[in-house]
């Protein structure tokens, strides 16, 4: 999505589709910039799949977006730092 988007203009798009209990625009923590992406939580899945259908590639404020489901985050490899235990 447009940088200059923001948590209030995320939500007032999907509060077309139903109840939106959280939105919120991902920040850049260095530049506190937008990522270009966010979060919306909807009141229930059946709000959240109409804004899905709704939204995925519409555009807002010049951009297409694109809208699904989160999905949980990725385990990368390594060792996470951590010690041994004796």
């Known amino acids: 999505m447009n940088y200059r988007v923001g948590?209030?203009?995320l939500?007032?798009?999907f509060a077309a589709?139903?109840?939106v209990k959280s939105a919120q625009?991902?920040?850049d923590r260095a530049t506190g910039r937008s990522r270009g992406f966010g979060f919306v939580e909807m009141?229930?899945?059946q709000e959240a799949q109409a804004a899905i259908a709704g939204?995925?590639?519409k555009e807002m404020d010049g951009r297409n977006l694109m809208v699904n489901e989160a999905r949980p985050p990725e385990r990368r490899g390594g060792s996470g730092g951590g010690?041994?235990?004796?």
């Open 55 to 57: 939204l995925n590639g």
């Open 83 to 86: 010690g041994r235990r004796y």
């Open 43 to 45: 009141g229930s899945d």
């Open 7 to 9: 948590d209030a203009d």
């Open 11 to 13: 939500e007032r798009t």
């Open 17 to 19: 589709y139903g109840t």
């Open 25 to 27: 625009v991902v920040m």
